[in-house]
């Protein structure tokens, strides 16, 4: 399936980013899909998934959320966090583009996907760091985002005043929450404060944890990728999306 590489114009500047259209047109209106990366940036592992989304037939959406300090990396997903001065490097990426940087940049994203043939309903799915983003954007964009789905986001109910829990409330569509069974940047008390949230605000959800899996376990790059957890992480994902866009 062919990438087609952009250029978006964001408030901050220029963010590169790759499309994926599916292989034959939508019959009705054409749902597309925000792709939020995680913390080693857009690279072949997810370009290949973008490829698996874009084949249900969806118009796909992966930008360079690091733009800021571009060029940067190549990071490699198994080994980076292993050297101190490239783990260094890459959490300063992470806590330099704030949840706020990114909604603001989400604007910009939504209407790339219009231009690309996006006239129906659009979802966000993001992996580790891009789990928060994908929840605040639909948090930020209600009329424009029906769905949002994030697999081992981390600090998803934080003390932070952006932490995604706070802001569920301004959710108008479905959310899916797939949880590590082993992850120190979501805890078992974080789960519940995102849980109670959730159901507070009425939002229709489901948070489920994938027992065995560590994070990172959906991403064909990582040191700790699951076969077996990876599909069903698409099992999950691809109907969610399919009753909800």
């Given at each position: ?93 992470i806590n330099g583009t704030t949840q706020d940087m990114v ?143």
């Amino acid at each position: 399936m062919a990438k087609l590489d952009i250029t978006i114009e964001t408030r901050d500047g220029k963010a590169e980013a790759g499309v994926f259209a599916p292989p034959k047109p939508a019959a009705s209106r054409q749902a597309g899909i925000i792709y939020y990366m995680d913390a080693f940036g857009p690279r072949p592992a997810t370009d290949q998934m973008a490829e698996r989304l874009a084949a249900a037939g969806y118009v796909v959406l992966v930008p360079d959320l690091f733009y800021r300090g571009a060029p940067y990396g190549p990071w490699d997903a198994k080994t980076a966090f292993g050297d101190e001065a490239t783990r260094t490097e890459i959490m300063s990426f992470i806590n330099g583009t704030t949840q706020d940087m990114v909604v603001s940049d989400s604007a910009s994203f939504l209407d790339a996907l219009a231009k690309h043939g996006v006239t129906g309903r659009v979802g966000t799915v993001g992996y580790c760091m891009g789990g928060s983003r994908a929840l605040n954007g639909a948090a930020a964009y209600p009329d424009r985002i029906a769905a949002a789905a994030s697999f081992h986001g981390g600090n998803l109910a934080s003390d932070a005043p952006d932490s995604p829990h706070r802001r569920v409330g301004s959710i108008s569509g479905r959310v899916y929450i797939g949880v590590a069974g082993v992850d120190r940047s979501f805890p078992p008390e974080q789960s519940a404060k995102l849980a109670q949230a959730l159901r507070e605000a009425e939002v229709d959800h489901i948070i489920e944890n994938y027992v065995g899996n560590q994070h990172g376990w959906t991403v064909p790059d990582h040191g700790v990728f699951d076969a077996a957890g990876a599909e069903r992480h698409w099992k999950r994902l691809l109907e969610f999306f399919a009753e909800a866009l």
